[in-house]
């Protein structure tokens, strides 16, 4: 009786899904009526985007194949840009290592395969915060045109966590799916403290909206108890490797199921994709997938969005701690932005904003920075040093340079532009000014995590931000970390190491171009210079260096090392004409007369 009233209510809502009702439970309806007239499951429109949340790192291993074949249906469909959440290992009360290390190889194993964006997904045993945050910010993101679909492949309390946090009046445009009524129940589930979990009453109780697709095992896919190998022997002897992988991590689960076929998740990514609630593997998942996937992305994400100097804005950040790098970098940028491509661009710098490193020197950039941006001020740069705060000999005030960061960047954002941020150093300061536009209502009809781009190089850079705040930006904004600017393919430093392959610009001396890069630097310095403005950057750059006495940098050596600069270098798309020291010098610092921009359009 109970499985009854279940299946009726779900139909009930299938028929208010396609009659163009809200997603909402209600009560009972004539079942052979319901089973006449809902036909399709609503598929999400263009602008609609999509997420999933999934256990499989403590009981049933269902998840390792429903995953991968999740993942394989939305490639096929061409939804790698429209799957902007994914976060797995939801079991928070208790985990398993084994089961989550087989868990990851369906999970980003699928990501990294079927080339989906990685810093979307979550490990909710490693990363719940930043999960549940990104989460949050999808629902936010969310409106009567751009629906969020959260697909329900586990307990429902990441999803409940996010809902809490989420703007309310933006609850009704996240639509959760699911297909059991096991994974529904609170009840079930425990909490690490062992206190109950919420389920999807909980969910829709806080005006979340709901969509079942009726229950996906058994003959449609799979269960404990279902043996038809012979459904799926079309993907293992598939030509595509990827679709041959897919088999794999359903042979890995089946050792978990007394070798049962279950995909029953992947039944949803089916149902959304197709709009048909009664997929099977075959003959209808193999004519879906054919014999190979192919990436097909939106015009907009098959080309990278480039900046607009007309209504984008540039914010610098530099930490200042302890590296003299970022004062090359400094005075790298500023011949940059004297130069006719990016005379006009509009930007804003911060001086002193560190993350958690302990080391006592911390540059004073002040004689630098104001050469090139000018007073310090809200409309020009802004020194973040918090030392004054926490009882030291700060010359900065933190609380209010992300003041004053928020003051620039909200009138651009209002104004449809987006936010570029070279993160020369951490990502702290970054998660400050973010979540305060992510919480500002002036802003809550943008799209905060596609307007601001956080472009990093640096791994240690990475490493010396504190967790939680890294965790938020890569949630929060569109994170895009590059290859490292201190290195190239074929330098010395790259020999046999994880280096070897660097994509980007190489902006720091080699040992064996010391020498050379010496003449450089003191050519930039010299009265034949003819770039005057470059002549005055430089100069006050090893000023403010001196003799600075450290066994880690070129620059005490005579060398050159601005190489957060390559993160300017990528969200300008410079290219591979000017990325290395010598060419960046021809260019930026002994001539600033070339069009650039121009003569690559002319090309």
């Known amino acids: 009786m109970k ?8 139909l009930t809502i299938l028929t208010q899904l396609c009659s163009g009702a809200e997603f909402r439970t209600s009560g009972s309806a004539d079942v052979d009526r319901a089973r006449a007239e809902v036909k399709t499951a609503p598929i999400p429109a263009e602008n609609d985007r999509v997420g999933w949340s999934s256990d499989g790192n ?76 990104h989460a949050k910010q999808e629902i936010n993101n969310s409106h009567e045109g751009s629906k969020f679909w959260y697909v329900m492949a586990g307990p429902f309390e990441v999803a409940y966590q996010a809902l809490l946090r989420a703007n309310p009046e933006k609850r009704q445009y996240c639509i959760l799916v699911s297909h059991s009524p096991v994974n529904e129940q609170p009840a079930k589930w425990k909490l690490a403290n062992g206190s109950p ?43 595509s490797e990827e679709y041959q992988w897919v088999h794999s991590r359903f042979l890995a689960t089946a050792e978990q199921k007394d070798g049962g076929l279950d995909a029953s998740d992947g039944g949803m990514a089916f149902a959304l994709a197709t709009g048909d609630l009664d997929g099977n593997f075959s003959p209808k998942l193999k004519d879906f997938l054919g014999t190979g996937w192919k990436k097909t992305q939106s015009p907009a994400v098959r080309k990278r969005l480039s900046f607009n100097k007309d209504w984008d804005l540039l914010v610098v950040q530099y930490d200042g ?30 001086m002193n904003a560190y993350g958690r490193q302990k080391s006592p020197l911390i540059w004073d950039s002040t004689s630098l920075m104001e050469m090139i941006f000018g007073p310090e001020g809200a409309d020009t740069w802004t020194n973040a040093d918090k030392l004054k705060a926490e009882g030291g000999n700060g010359t900065g005030d933190w609380a209010l340079s992300v003041r004053r960061v928020i003051d620039k960047v909200k009138p651009v954002l209002l104004s449809g532009g987006r936010i570029w941020v070279q993160e020369a150093g951490q990502s702290d300061i970054t998660a400050d000014w973010v979540r305060a536009l992510c919480d500002d209502p002036d802003l809550a009809g943008v799209d905060i995590k596609r307007k601001v781009f956080v472009v990093q190089h640096s791994l240690w850079n990475q490493k010396q931000t504190t967790k939680a705040a890294l965790e938020y930006v890569r949630a929060a904004t569109t994170y895009f970390k590059i290859d490292d600017g201190n290195y190239d393919q074929n330098d010395s430093k790259t020999a046999n190491d994880k280096y070897a392959n660097n994509k980007t610009a190489d902006y720091e001396t080699d040992d064996a171009d010391v020498a050379a890069h010496a003449i450089l630097r003191e050519q930039a310095k010299s009265d034949s210079n003819p770039n005057p403005v470059a002549r005055r950057y430089w100069t006050e750059a090893d000023r403010l260096i001196g003799d600075w006495g450290t066994d880690y940098s070129s620059i005490d050596e005579g060398g050159l090392d601005f190489s957060d600069c390559v993160e300017c270098w ?34």
């Open 570 to 603: 990528w969200i300008f798309e410079v290219g591979s004409e000017v990325d290395t020291i010598p060419e960046f010098w021809a260019r930026f610092v002994v001539k600033a007369e070339v069009n650039y921009v121009k003569k690559q359009a002319d090309k």
């Open 3 to 10: 499985l009854k009233t279940t299946l009726i209510a779900a």
């Open 321 to 350: 701690r302890s590296d003299a790098d970022d004062i090359h970098s400094m005075a790298a940028l500023g011949c940059m932005l004297e130069h006719p491509d990016f005379k006009d661009v509009q930007v804003y710098g911060v």
């Open 197 to 239: 979990s919420h389920g999807k009453d909980d969910c829709v109780a806080l005006g979340a909206n709901y969509f079942f697709t009726t229950p996906q095992y058994m003959e449609k896919f799979g269960g404990r108890k279902f043996l038809r190998w012979d459904l799926v022997e079309w993907m293992k002897n598939s030509p």
């Open 58 to 133: 403590l009981a049933d291993p269902d998840d390792w194949a429903a995953t991968a074949m999740a993942l394989a249906i939305f490639a096929k469909q061409g939804w790698q840009d429209k799957l902007v959440h994914f976060d797995y290992n939801n079991r928070l009360d208790r985990s398993l290592e084994w089961k989550e290390a087989e868990n990851y190889e369906s999970t980003i194993g699928g990501a990294r395969r079927f080339q989906f964006n990685k810093a979307v997904f979550f490990d909710d045993q490693r990363a719940l915060e930043a999960a549940i945050e």
